[in-house]
């Protein structure tokens, strides 16, 4: 990326699967859909991928890279950014655009964190990402396109991406992982070396947060089928081929994938496509997805989360 802002694009209920919006309270208009379930006492390493534990703990072995995230961190570049993204933007409230600011409070209810700014931007490139640096509250920024391209559950799914962010402390080091980058291939000599040598680590490091997020946005739509869904509108879709778009034929897609690149050549292959990106490929995501929901990790989740807390209803 050449900003410093860090994207995080990612993507429900299984009791509402409409695309409209309810009927409207005191003015505000409420979305006619309601998690199942609220993870009242969820922590992050509930769902945290092992890929994002075992490369986290590999990030934070780096000598200095702390020291080094936290200089490129200073207050003059949270000014920037913050400036930025009030300037460009409009913020989301009770007041201004009510639809989605009932979406992420539902959904940040679901994952029990604090629900930070979000801000919607004008921009044709479908995408949302995350902010959180310094110790100011954290803001979610999504794309206008993005808005267009998902329906209402889809949308409230990249929303509960980014918040799995925030509730496992990636903010800070997606913000690192870009920042780092940008700053030391501007520095001479050690400093391009330093770039060179870190971002094939911080890449795999932010490969395996993504997946963690997803699971964060299954958590809250309860769901697989339209976390899947994001991600293959993210892959090839647009609005007016959605209604022809098919989960199912996604996930054969990405079990060919799986056959595709078995052999010692299509390994390669497959590693040398992946290294230099900063999200895994949508069709491993939604395979990943798809697994997790039916293992006993999740379920034992929804178990637990259900006898401490009935299930809402409409």
């Known amino acids: 990326m050449a900003t410093l802002s860090v994207p995080s694009a990612c993507n429900f209920s299984p009791i509402c699967h409409s695309k409209k919006w309810g009927k409207r309270r005191n003015g505000i208009r409420i979305s006619a859909c309601h998690a199942a379930v609220v993870f009242r006492d969820l922590q992050a390493d509930d769902f945290r ?38 300037g460009t933007s409009v913020l989301v409230a009770t007041n201004q655009l009510p639809d989605l600011h009932h979406l992420m409070a539902e ?58 962010h925030l509730k496992c402390d990636h903010g800070v080091w997606l913000t690192f992982a870009n920042i780092l980058t940008l700053g030391a291939n501007s520095l001479p000599g050690l400093g391009v070396l330093i770039a060179r040598s870190m971002e094939e680590q911080l890449f795999r490091w932010v490969r395996a ?6 699971r964060a946005a299954l958590l809250v739509t309860q769901n697989p089928k339209v976390v899947i869904s994001v991600l293959m509108k993210l892959a090839g879709g647009c609005p007016s081929l959605a209604d022809q778009l098919n989960v199912d034929a996604f996930l054969e897609q990405a079990r060919s994938y799986d056959e595709a690149s078995s052999s010692p050549i299509g390994w390669y292959i497959r590693n040398a496509q992946t290294r230099q990106l900063s999200h895994p490929l949508p069709v491993l995501r939604a395979r990943e997805i798809d697994q997790w929901s039916r293992s006993q990790e999740y379920k034992s989740l929804l178990k637990r989360a ?9």
């Not at 947060?209 to 997803?214: F, G, H, W």
């Open 49 to 86: 991928h092992p890929l994002d534990r075992q490369n986290t703990s590999l990030l934070r072995a780096i000598p200095g890279l702390n020291e080094l995230g936290k200089a490129l961190l200073g207050p003059i570049s949270e000014q920037v950014m913050i400036l930025e993204n009030i």
């Open 306 to 314: 259900m006898s401490a807390n009935p299930a809402r209803k409409n």
């Open 209 to 214: 947060a993504e997946l963690t997020c997803d």
């Open 107 to 164: 959904a940040a209810e679901v994952l029990n964190i604090e629900a930070p700014d979000l801000y919607v931007r004008q921009n044709p490139i479908p995408n949302a990402y995350t902010l959180a640096i310094g110790g100011r509250k954290p803001f979610i920024v999504v794309h206008t396109s993005l808005v267009e391209l998902l329906t209402r559950r889809e949308l409230q799914a990249v929303l509960a991406h980014e918040l799995g």
